[in-house]
């Protein structure tokens, strides 16, 4: 239970008790008070971030609507990033999507596909893959649809999303018309995204959230509803006070196209919510994939997957929808991981200033607790929050969270200087007894930095063997965060690769078992916010020197793997076992 | 309600009764009359000196107790005569007069003694009316409105009579969530005094209670229409608030403060509507304006100190809060608002907001509030289940709900530390009392959503996710309405 300021309205000026939630104009957040700071835990942390996005060629600003104020909150959400190996070359390259502005798309508005030289530094190679493109694009994921060993990619626009497909050549072909993801009606807002073989027929699917039903025409601007204020200041509109988007399901044909199929899978029975980044994952370790989807000002969404094309939402009843006090939240990103090692899959979704990020633990079940408090991660509800991961930054064996944090309002700061636009990124180390221990200074620059973040991606940029993390920054280039991590912990890295299973064996969930934890992964095609991972499961192991593995394919095939040795990377394959890796070189 | 005119007709009556009426044989004629003259022409200091005089011969004698007991209540001394009647029933239990004399008195102090010697007069006299009457308000003050219904029931063909009768039971329908009824109940008492306004505000009361604030500004209409006294004023200011008809409310709400700046309520409902609406500033200069009036109306500090923190202005809160406290230290909510200053101000440091409820606990250990802020703030620190902090606060919480069934806000946090500590079923009991009052509570949906998924019990659930549902987009619109204005103190018209 919170107390606040508002509650003091339970005083009542009338001595009637009445409970009134400080639900902020357009947005929902609690306005609840931060969880006192526990005294510093003295450990060392031996990741240290900084930023080399300049160095490594990353220039081009991620242009996103307005830069001093935002007319629409079409301008204000931002959108994801990726690492993907789109050439199969081994090394993580970088996939950054990008908005425009409301007078006209800026010459440097497009997204952007930067290849790895492998050295540190990135070639931007968006033109010649074909994947120059200027809109609202919000989100992607990234996934081999059509099984032919290179990831594909999916980017959600206001407007119509994209399927690219991976040509195995370096080029891309936009191939949305063919597959049968053309929208016909009025344009969508397409938010988050995921692939995900939800009838386990080896195709993955396509899950889409959207966002809200958006018009230029017909949106208010700032200060012409109460929902276009906060905190006195006007404001750009919503989400609340616009109507709600659908979210959709499309089933893979097998044969390049995808056929909707929301209504009968029962997804369309949820029609009032504003979707934002969806995960989907086999929550409740039936062998199914359900999804989950994170959604803004309106209780989130858990689709329980009923092994027969159908889906049950359940996200309240389960657990996760709304914050311990039964109230909504502005559901942005999502980590997903397993924060207390009992190998299951919990999650850490982010909200909105004045309001904690929440962290679900899952009982294994599907069924979550919140446990923000409890796990100490309540300190923080400073910053509107976004990208988040749940991953062992350290290699301690421990998974730790890092997300990144930015304002939706860069005009409130000239008359609150108290909400600033750009604000820092928020990392919390795992200290491994199920609370966490916020760090700044100690994180390094890349953590201190202030800039207003949206998407972020967690990877392995230069294959050393820890997380590097890409992070999106609203009309500035982006940040590329390299953890040069200190001390002799020990890691393993892990690439699948289905064969009865979709081959990017996404919705795959691995159990790792070192020194005497065990940990769950899952491999997923978003999360964070808007974004897609480095699809190789990263696995710290502290001072632990080999690793057992239990791979749970999305085909329903259970594989056991001993004795891995540790700090490496290893490839498996589906029914067949360790491979030799591709393009790998330390 | 109001009874003093029940009771001077009581008193009347009963004067007028043993004044007509036979007397005891034992008492000599003479001595009766010469004690009656006195009290028909209200000489009541000659009543008694001839009563006492009477009592010399003839002590057991209950009428004699009873004329006492007449004369000094005529004298206004209450305490002599409840004294007399009460020795009066002693002599004779059954003695209707004395038994009825000593039930008003006790029922005019609001005790709850009144009560079986009503029930003793129903005993006796079945048809009673005043009793019933008396009987149905006095379970009504007391929370019984079971009870009170029960009596208006039993004697409906009487009591529908009795415009105060109406009032309770109409009442007490209306806590029982009679709805319907209860402004049948009050449309019927318009009908009968068209003219009263008491009636009439009655009727709207009702019927803003019940959500229909259009239909209690048409039932007030009348009384707008001509010269409306403050009452009626404030409650139409409440039901164009509830019809979302804020500029009517505001102005409605200044012309009750023009009729009246005196009184202290009206800043109140002010600042009620300036904190709904986010207008703390505006709440603060209303309550300041009252101030200049009603400079020691520890209300108003209250309601102040409320609106700075808001504001965020902690040391003017502070100040505030104190100043109500010393002007009204009986009033626990002040105590309760520094605690929760206290809790605001140290959010990095709750051991020094609990040193703060502790301390005010020592002074006010009956103070349910107060042992809820203990629970909540404990609460924050997520103690470990079976940790000494954990039962500390569900203690408190227990403690709160215990001295203040009625704080849904302590149900709610004591559904938490059960569910924190699977104690499943508690848990949802809690929620179904806090639902029981406020079926829209969205904490208490949502725990006993929880709750009932951890007891396996799923039956109840889908229906409860509609109500949650409904419940959110309630809020949210409620939200909507309330951020649709701002308040704004006019700058005043220039000198001419």
């Known amino acids: 239970m919170t107390i606040s300021r508002r509650s003091f309205v339970l005083l009542s000026l009338c001595a009637s008790a009445r409970q009134l939630i400080g639900q902020e104009q357009g947005i929902a957040s609690r306005t609840i008070a931060a969880q006192p700071k526990p005294a510093p835990s003295g450990r060392p942390f031996n990741a240290h971030f900084t930023d080399i996005a300049k160095d490594a060629g990353l220039h081009f600003p991620t242009i996103y609507g307005g830069i001093d104020s935002k007319k629409y909150i079409m301008e204000a959400n931002g959108c994801g990033c990726a690492f993907i190996d789109y050439d199969n070359d081994g090394w993580m390259d970088i996939f950054i999507l990008s908005g425009t502005r409301l007078e006209g798309d800026s010459p440097e508005a497009t997204n952007r596909l930067y290849k790895n030289n492998r050295d540190g530094t990135f070639t931007d190679v968006t033109q010649q893959a074909g994947l120059k493109a200027v809109g609202w694009a919000n989100g992607v994921c990234v996934g081999d649809y059509n099984n032919d060993g290179f990831d594909d990619i999916y980017c959600t626009y206001f407007g119509q999303n994209r399927l690219y497909r991976n040509n195995g050549n370096g080029t891309f072909t936009d191939v949305t018309k063919e597959a049968g993801l053309l929208d016909t009606g009025p344009a969508r807002w397409g938010a988050g995204c995921a692939f995900v073989d939800y009838n386990r027929d080896g195709h993955l699917d396509l899950f889409v959230s959207n966002y809200i039903r958006f018009s230029f025409e017909h949106a208010p601007v700032p200060g012409e509803k109460s929902t276009c204020n906060w905190k006195g200041v006007p404001v750009n509109c919503g989400p609340r006070g616009l109507p709600t988007g659908r979210h959709s399901l499309y089933r893979n044909n097998g044969n390049g196209t995808f056929t909707d199929v929301t209504r009968q899978a029962g997804i369309d029975v949820a029609t009032d919510s504003y979707g934002m980044t969806v995960v989907a994952a086999d929550f409740d370790e039936d062998g199914w994939p359900d999804i989950f989807v994170a959604c803004d000002s309106t209780p989130s969404l858990l689709f329980m997957n009923n092994h027969d094309g159908t889906f049950r939402e359940e996200g309240v009843t389960r657990g996760v929808a709304l914050s311990d006090d039964g109230m909504e939240q502005a559901g942005m990103g999502v980590g997903i991981g397993d924060y207390n090692l009992d190998g299951h899959l919990d999650l850490f979704k982010t909200h909105f200033v004045s309001d904690t990020s929440g962290l679900y633990r899952n009982d294994g079940k599907g069924n979550f607790d919140e446990v923000t408090r409890a796990a100490k991660t309540g300190v923080e509800t400073r910053f509107t929050s976004w990208g988040a991961g749940m991953v062992d930054l350290d290699n301690d064996g421990n998974p730790d969270v890092l997300f990144v944090t930015g304002s939706v309002y860069p005009e409130v700061e000239k008359t609150l200087p108290q909400y600033p636009y750009k604000t820092p990124r928020v990392l919390f180390r795992n200290l491994g007894n199920g609370t966490f221990e916020e760090l700044d200074s100690q994180g390094g620059d890349g953590i201190t930095a202030m800039h207003s973040s949206r998407g972020c991606a967690f990877g392995d940029f230069d294959n050393d063997g820890d997380i590097d993390v890409l992070i999106v920054n609203m009309n500035e280039p982006p940040s590329l965060l390299r953890n040069d991590l200190q001390g002799k912990q020990n890691w393993l890295k892990i690439r699948l690769e289905g064969v009865k299973s979709n081959r990017s064996a996404i919705g795959a969930r691995v159990i790792a078992h070192y020194g005497n934890k065990i940990q769950a992964q899952a491999l997923v095609s978003q999360s964070s916010y808007y974004s897609c991972n480095d699809p190789r499961l990263h696995f710290g192991l502290g001072a632990a020197t080999e690793i057992a593995l239990d791979i749970y394919w999305p085909s329903g095939l259970h594989e056991h793997v001993p004795q891995v040795a540790a700090n490496q990377l290893v490839t498996i394959r589906e029914s067949t076992g360790i491979v030799p890796n591709r393009g790998w070189k330390r | ?496």
Not at chain 2, 170 to 189: H, M, P, R, S, W
Not at chain 2, 385 to 402: H, I, M, N, R, Y
Not at chain 2, 469 to 488: D, F, H, M, P, S
Request: aromatic share 6%; glycine share 4%.
């Open chain 2, 1 to 496: 309600m109001k009874t003093d005119s029940v009771a001077g007709r009581i008193q009347w009556a009963l004067l007028l009764l043993f004044l007509q009426a036979g007397m005891f044989g034992q008492t000599p004629n003479e001595r009766v009359q010469a004690i009656t003259s006195a009290l028909q022409e209200r000489d009541f200091a000659k009543a008694l000196q001839s009563v006492q005089s009477a009592l010399q011969s003839s002590p057991n004698n209950p009428q004699l107790w009873m004329f006492q007991g007449l004369a000094y209540a005529g004298e206004n001394d209450s305490k002599s005569a409840l004294a007399s009647y009460k020795h009066a029933i002693r002599i004779a239990p059954d003695y209707l007069p004395a038994l009825e004399g000593a039930a008003q008195i006790e029922y005019e102090a609001g005790s709850a003694e009144a009560i079986p010697l009503l029930q003793h007069v129903l005993k006796l006299r079945p048809d009673d009316v005043t009793s019933n009457a008396m009987l149905t308000v006095l379970a009504e003050k007391n929370g019984d409105c079971a009870t009170a219904v029960e009596h208006y029931v039993a004697g409906e063909h009487l009591l529908d009579t009795q415009p105060f009768a109406l009032q309770g039971y109409g009442a007490c329908l209306l806590k029982l969530n009679q709805t319907d009824k209860a402004i049948e109940v009050f449309q019927q008492l318009v009908a009968k005094q068209p003219e009263d306004p008491q009636s009439r505000r009655g009727l709207a009361a009702v019927q803003l209670a019940t959500g229909k604030p259009q239909d209690a500004l048409a039932t007030l209409q009348p009384l707008l229409d001509s010269a409306p006294d403050v009452s009626t004023l404030r409650l139409a200011a409440a039901a164009y608030e509830a019809n979302k008809d804020t500029p009517s409310a505001v102005k409605t709400l200044r012309d009750a403060i023009v009729k009246d700046p005196r009184q202290v309520a009206l800043y109140v409902d002010f600042a009620e509507i300036a904190m709904d609406h986010q207008s703390f500033q505006t709440g603060v200069e209303m309550i300041d304006s009252g101030l200049k009036l009603q400079p020691n109306a520890a209300p108003l500090y209250l309601a102040r100190g409320v609106l700075y923190v808001q504001l965020a202005d902690y040391e003017k809160a502070g100040a505030d809060f104190e100043r109500a406290e010393a002007l009204d230290p009986k009033q626990g909510m002040n105590g309760a608002a520094q605690s929760m200053l206290a809790e605001e101000q140290n959010q990095s440091d709750p051991s020094r907001a609990l040193a703060t409820v502790r301390a005010k606990l020592v002074k006010q250990p009956g103070e349910a509030f107060l042992w809820y802020l203990q629970a909540a703030i404990l609460s924050q620190k997520s103690p470990e289940p079976g940790s000494a902090e954990f039962q500390q606060g569900l203690d408190s919480a227990k403690k709160a709900v215990t001295l203040q069934p009625s704080l849904t806000a302590a149900h709610n946090v004591l559904a938490k530390y059960y569910l924190d500590s699977s104690q499943n079923e508690l848990a949802a009991k809690e929620c179904r009392i806090v639902l029981e009052k406020d079926p829209s509570d969205q904490s208490a949906l949502y725990h006993l959503v929880i709750a009932l998924r951890k007891t396996n019990s799923q039956a109840e659930i889908p229906d409860l996710l509609k109500r949650l549902a409904k419940a959110r987009q309630q809020a949210t619109r409620q939200e909507g309405e309330r951020n649709r204005y701002k308040l704004v103190i006019a700058p005043p018209e220039p000198a001419r």
